[in-house]
């Protein structure tokens, strides 16, 4: 059985905080949740960098010292490992993707506003009158696409996202730390917030539309935190069903959610306000569905994420739960 995996595992890092448990607290409980997932490629989200010595921010050279950690013992210590990068080829100071995979990678790319130009947007709410000018609007997370050699499979494009959240975006002068000054100055933050989930989306949208113009057949797999739930426009967006292009013609390039054989009552990978929410996915094309047996979330362990903040108190586990989709092709070994 091929076991693909999405995991946000919620700003992974080693710096001490008194409001959140140190590293040495997470390794066993999320070595446990990566283990139970016997996954051979795994999709993890908000992956920190840490600096290496000697050097800062402004002088970034970094490495993921800290998913090392994580995957020290366990059978993904021998992966290949992907992540995103920043224009210094190093990974980024908060928020990587991360790939890893016991097959080999043939290539990865990354993707931000490659396939979508830079938005202009003039800022209606915002104090400063500088800000009234339109300005380049654009996503702070890259789109991460490797393609690896699968047995029985072939080529697989492996699609990592994280969309941007739903908490709104800052507006100069519109905020105190947590505190909104106005009404309008927060809805302006959650439209900008809508604007670039909504684009990012499009823009994998359009790559999964540029792997099919080269191949037809292309097996493809997207996975990641849509920050979005099903029926929404992020996850229509990158989903491309007949239903809203009304097109048959473009049946072969929809991709289907491998949430959809999971019971509504255990189809959640995220806690809020006592509401579970689908906010991870994966989504197959196609050609990956006569394979496809089941979808698992692992959301036993789950904690309320909204409650944390009443006293700033943080948990060893993530706060979004690993969503596992299972395949059967026969894994040699």
Same mark, same amino acid.
């Given at each position: ?39 051979q490629i795994i999709c993890l989200q908000e992956v920190h960098g840490q600096e290496l010595p000697g050097h800062t921010t402004? +002088? ?56 979508? +130009? ?28 490797a393609q690896i050699q699968v047995p029985v499979l072939g080529k697989v494009h492996v699609i990592n996202l994280h969309l ?52 037809? +057949? ?26 809203n292009t009304n097109n048959p013609a473009l049946r072969s390039r929809s991709l289907v959610s491998c949430s959809r054989n ?41 904690? +309320? ?29």
């Amino acid at each position: 059985m091929l076991n693909i995996a999405t995991f946000n595992i919620e700003n992974l890092d080693d710096k001490p905080s008194s409001s959140k448990p140190s590293l040495a607290e997470r390794i066993p409980v999320l070595q446990a949740a990566l283990n139970r997932m016997d996954a051979q490629i795994i999709c993890l989200q908000e992956v920190h960098g840490q600096e290496l010595p000697g050097h800062t921010t402004r +002088d970034p050279e970094r490495d993921l010292a800290a998913l090392g950690s994580v995957l020290a013992g366990t059978p993904y210590e021998t992966f290949e490992r992907v992540s995103t990068l920043t224009s210094d080829n190093v990974p980024y100071n908060e928020r990587n993707l991360v790939i890893l995979s016991a097959f080999p990678v043939l290539s990865f790319e990354q993707y931000r506003n490659d396939h979508i +130009d830079k938005l202009l947007y003039r800022r209606v709410t915002a104090t400063d009158p500088k800000e009234g000018e339109a300005k380049a609007l654009r996503w702070e997370r890259p789109i991460l696409h490797a393609q690896i050699q699968v047995p029985v499979l072939g080529k697989v494009h492996v699609i990592n996202l994280h969309l941007k959240s739903r908490l709104a975006t800052n507006v100069p002068g519109q905020r105190d730390g947590y505190l909104w000054r106005s009404a309008a100055g927060w809805a302006e933050g959650s439209f900008l917030s809508s604007i670039k989930r909504v684009g990012q989306a499009l823009e994998t949208r359009v790559l999964i539309d540029s792997i099919f113009d080269q191949e037809p +057949d292309a097996r493809i797999l997207v996975c990641g935190d849509f920050n979005a739930e099903p029926g929404e426009v992020p996850v229509e967006t990158i989903g491309g069903r007949v239903e809203n292009t009304n097109n048959p013609a473009l049946r072969s390039r929809s991709l289907v959610s491998c949430s959809r054989n999971i019971p509504d009552s255990v189809r959640f990978s995220h806690y809020h306000h006592g509401h579970g929410n689908l906010l991870d996915h994966v989504l197959m094309s196609q050609s990956m569905l006569p394979y496809f047996r089941y979808g698992q979330i692992h959301n036993e362990n789950l904690h +309320d994420e909204s409650l944390p903040f009443m006293s700033d108190l943080k948990y060893p586990e993530a706060d979004h739960a690993p969503f596992i989709a299972a395949f059967d092709v026969p894994i040699p070994g």
